[in-house]
């Protein structure tokens, strides 16, 4: 698999650009209104889902060396990408003054932090299981 334009990455340059325009043009352009309402929304969207919602479960695989898990892996990448994006914008758009962009952008990192919790949970699973099968060749020379 190879990602040449992450979705991260694209979304944190637009929340910078909607930065920037508000503080050259202020707020009467209608192409910024839009792009402001779109992050806005998906911010609340992001941080209302939990990661059942967003596609993983606990007993996925992340393991690289498999094709669905590489493309597990890097969706999760992505959304991981999107979700800091969509932080950033939450601080630097109200977030550290007003208490339900605050709530926003704690969800927000409850659902990164459960994200990457979840791959780690299913590398270490992953390594626990090659674990037992050493185990139990060792037991049967015996």
Not at 63 to 90: F, H, N
């Amino acid at each position: 698999w190879v990602l040449e334009e992450p979705a991260g990455w694209f979304l944190h340059c637009v929340q910078m650009l909607v930065g920037k325009a508000q503080q050259v043009m202020g707020e009467e352009c209608e192409n910024l209104e839009r792009l402001v309402a779109l992050l806005e929304e998906m911010a609340n969207k992001y941080s209302e889902c939990e990661v059942g919602d967003l596609g993983f479960e606990d007993t996925d695989n992340f393991d690289r060396k498999t094709k669905d898990g590489e493309r597990r892996s890097i969706q999760v990448e992505q959304l991981l990408g999107v979700l800091e994006a969509l932080m950033e914008y939450m601080i630097t758009h109200g977030g550290d003054q007003e208490e339900d962009k605050s709530r926003v952008l704690l969800n927000l990192q409850r659902n990164h932090s459960a994200l990457k919790s979840l791959m780690v949970t299913s590398l270490q699973r992953k390594k626990g299981r090659k674990g037992e099968k050493k185990d139990k060749n060792t037991d049967k020379k015996e």
